[in-house]
């Protein structure tokens, strides 16, 4: 986690079992101090869209929706920036071998797109140890 | 009569209009369903004329993308065609930054959208 930081007026430290419903009701509170703090509704769309796609990658391919797997969901907020992160208890993998879903030939896939749009809308995307955590930060919008 | 629960479903003339009712179109199961009421409409209505109205949709994941992808390979394999409209700005940028924009015909609202049928 980022060094202690007087400016973070919100943490969120949770085990949950690997369950997107369970994930999302902790991505609503996330949600919900953005809202509290006025940030604009397009940097709520962009970390709520990031954070989705970290936690499903993180439930239903890190830790295959084995329930009796844990993911790890911290999370920092302060009024200019967010930090979160998420670890699953899979094998990890390769980010840098994903295909870029975007060229002709991987474009009508149905899926592959959540590290894309992850760091698409995020300041910062991080894969850490065996890649089974990721590290994901933005700094609000002026 | 046949009932959706995710869509709302009306005819404009020779074209389909298909209405998402839902805000957030994210859980899984959710986009299971409304996938199996639109492959329906295909399939076993055989509408060849498909828009989709997101006006009501606020939120989407990268898994509901999969099934649009899904529902125009249907479509194009039956010979028929489908178009989006009423996309918020930032649910469009999704599509520009997956490049899904190229792959869908997606117009600015109901009247541009079936006039283009």
């Known amino acids: ?142 | 009569m046949t009932a959706y629960h995710h869509l709302d479903v009306t005819d404009v003339g020779n074209v389909t209009v298909v209405r998402f009712r839902d805000h957030k179109i994210v859980e899984d199961v959710n986009i299971q369903e409304l996938g199996q009421e639109m492959f329906r409409l295909i399939e076993a209505d055989g509408r060849d004329r498909l828009l989709l109205d997101f006006a009501l949709v606020d939120f989407l994941s990268s898994a509901a993308l999969g099934k649009l992808i899904t529902l125009d390979r249907k479509m194009k394999a039956h010979g028929g065609k489908l178009k989006l409209s009423n996309i918020r700005p930032e649910i469009y940028e999704v599509f520009a930054i997956t490049k899904l924009n190229r792959l869908f015909d997606i117009r600015k609202d109901e009247a541009d959208a079936l006039a283009a049928f």
Do not use: Y
Request: proline fraction near 6%.
């Open chain 1, 1 to 142: 986690m980022p060094a202690a930081d007087n400016s973070w007026t919100w943490q969120c430290d949770q085990v949950i079992p690997s369950n997107t419903a369970v994930g999302r009701r902790l991505l609503d509170d996330v949600l919900r101090q953005l809202e509290t703090l006025h940030w604009t509704r397009r940097d709520i769309f962009g970390v709520h869209l990031a954070v989705d796609e970290a936690l499903v990658n993180a439930i239903l391919h890190g830790n295959a929706a084995d329930e009796s797997k844990h993911v790890r969901f911290s999370c920092r907020i302060s009024p200019q920036k967010i930090h979160v992160e998420i670890t699953d208890e899979g094998p990890g993998f390769d980010p840098d071998s994903l295909p870029d879903p975007t060229t002709p030939c991987h474009l009508t896939r149905p899926g592959g797109r959540g590290v894309l749009l992850m760091r698409a809308f995020m300041g910062h995307v991080e894969f850490r140890d065996r890649g089974n955590q990721v590290v994901l930060e933005k700094e609000r919008r002026t």
